[in-house]
């Protein structure tokens, strides 16, 4: 069976970076916690509007925000779903969840699950 991805995109607002760098350690160590094998998160730095589509065109990015781009790798789909609902249940992020306190505007957020069909890597 191959290695399951979730993946998201979410504007935030360069005011609230820090305070989304630390929703999102404590998001993805939440996923390990309950056995996701990797959780990422980054900050555009290069991410230009395309004339079609682009990450800035999909998130309606604003002057005064980057994009965070983020995924969790699970060893399948099955693990995925079982540990996502774990991660929404979990009591150390009931106060995170709380839309009034998100760093970011949840409505532009988009995201989705799937499944690897390649995976290479390589090695120094």
């Not at 760098?21 to 900050?43: M, P, Q, T």
């Amino acid at each position: 069976m191959s290695q399951y991805f979730d993946a998201f995109v979410i504007p935030v607002p360069r005011a609230n970076l820090e305070t989304y760098k630390r929703i999102s350690k404590e998001w993805g160590n939440a996923h390990l916690r309950h056995g996701a094998l990797y959780f990422s998160d980054s900050i555009s730095d290069d991410a230009k509007s395309g004339k079609i589509t682009s990450f800035p065109q999909a998130v309606q990015l604003k002057d005064d925000e980057v994009i965070a781009l983020g995924w969790v790798v699970y060893r399948n789909k099955e693990d995925r779903d079982r540990i996502s609902k774990a991660v929404m249940e979990d009591p150390q992020l009931k106060e995170s969840m709380d839309p009034s306190k998100m760093p970011f505007d949840g409505k532009r957020m988009f995201w989705g699950g799937f499944e690897s069909i390649i995976g290479l890597a390589g090695g120094r």
